[in-house]
């Protein structure tokens, strides 16, 4: 059985409300309320880690807006009213650059109050998942994002001009409801991650499983999405989010066998296993115990 899905939620007179942009604004309002939970479990001020997700946001947002602009200019200067329009427009060029703003605002805001980044890494690896995840819901009743053909039962079509308009989505296709299948992808993640959270080893691990997951994630559901607009590589072998999930596979795993590493390295230090051994109640060979050993042994020695 075909589902069809729309691109507008509802209307309000002549005003239209669009599905992505109502659905992923809520996993927007979702993911910061997340973050202020999360904030704390990492031991963060919850104060500074809102300000960095909305500084971000923004970031994201802005650039977006400016890309489109640019690249529409002409006919902007012909029909300014299109202005009012260019938050319909989805591509996954425009989707890289807001993810590239809004990391590099994080980053500068992080340093600047000097929050730790392992920790603040952690603290938004649930709520970002989250968020992917209402924003592919938002984009599977767009249409943004469509998938590849199907004969599956569970496909959906596309009916609304406005899809097409907005996300050159194919009009009375049936297609694999791919941006359902990342959905349930990042929702599943999300919750992973908010139960390992206070489980943690170490600052960075839940940011280096997030990394992994969503690079898992996104390679795979790539494979139901068709190709228009996303790039291809080595003969079509891959595309351009495919690429982006080895990276952040490879960012992920560096980042976990980096402080696996360390936490080797802290153990088999000579100065850690003996405060370990202090801590304990176990002196070690190489402490203060064993050098007063060896003299008090030779002195009864020479009163014997």
């Not at 807006?65 to 640019?70: G, I, K, S």
């Not at 984009?139 to 004969?151: F, I, K, M, R, V």
């Not at 390295?265 to 176990?282: D, M, Q, T």
Request: glycine letters at 10%; a positive charge; hydrophobic letters at 50%.
């Amino acid at each position: 059985m075909l589902a069809q899905v729309h691109p507008v939620l509802f209307h309000i007179g002549p005003i239209l409300i669009p599905s992505y942009g109502a659905v992923t604004a809520l996993g927007v309002l979702l993911a910061l309320v997340l973050a202020q939970r999360t904030a704390r479990i990492a031991g963060l001020n919850a104060g500074q880690v809102w300000n960095l997700c909305i500084l971000s946001l923004f970031a994201a947002l802005l650039t977006q807006r400016l890309l489109l602009a640019t690249v529409n200019l002409s006919d902007l200067r012909r029909h300014p009213r299109w202005m009012l329009a260019l938050a319909m427009i989805h591509h996954p060029l425009l989707t890289a650059a807001g993810a590239l703003a809004g990391l590099g605002t994080a980053l500068f805001y992080a340093r600047w109050k000097r929050l730790p980044f392992g920790a603040t890494a952690d603290a938004l690896a649930a709520p970002v998942a989250l968020g992917l995840a209402f924003e592919q819901m938002g984009a599977l009743l767009a249409g943004s994002g469509y998938g590849s053909e199907t004969a599956a039962r569970w496909a959906v079509t596309y009916a609304d001009p406005l899809a097409a308009r907005w996300s050159g989505t194919p009009l009375g296709i049936p297609l694999h409801p791919v941006q359902g299948y990342a959905a349930l992808a990042f929702l599943v993640l999300s919750i992973l991650l908010l139960v390992w959270l206070p489980k943690r080893l170490q600052d960075g691990d839940v940011a280096g499983i997030w990394m992994l997951g969503s690079g898992v994630a996104v390679y795979i559901t790539e494979l139901w999405r068709d190709a228009e607009g996303r790039g291809t590589l080595f003969g079509g072998a891959l595309d351009g989010p495919q690429v982006a999930a080895i990276l952040l596979v490879l960012a992920g795993g560096f980042v976990l066998l980096e402080r696996t590493g360390s936490v080797g390295r802290e153990l088999s230090h000579p100065s850690r296993k003996n405060k370990n051994a202090a801590r304990a109640g176990h002196p070690s060979s190489d402490g203060p115990e064993t050098k007063t050993d060896g003299p008090r042994s030779k002195d009864e020695a020479a009163h014997d």
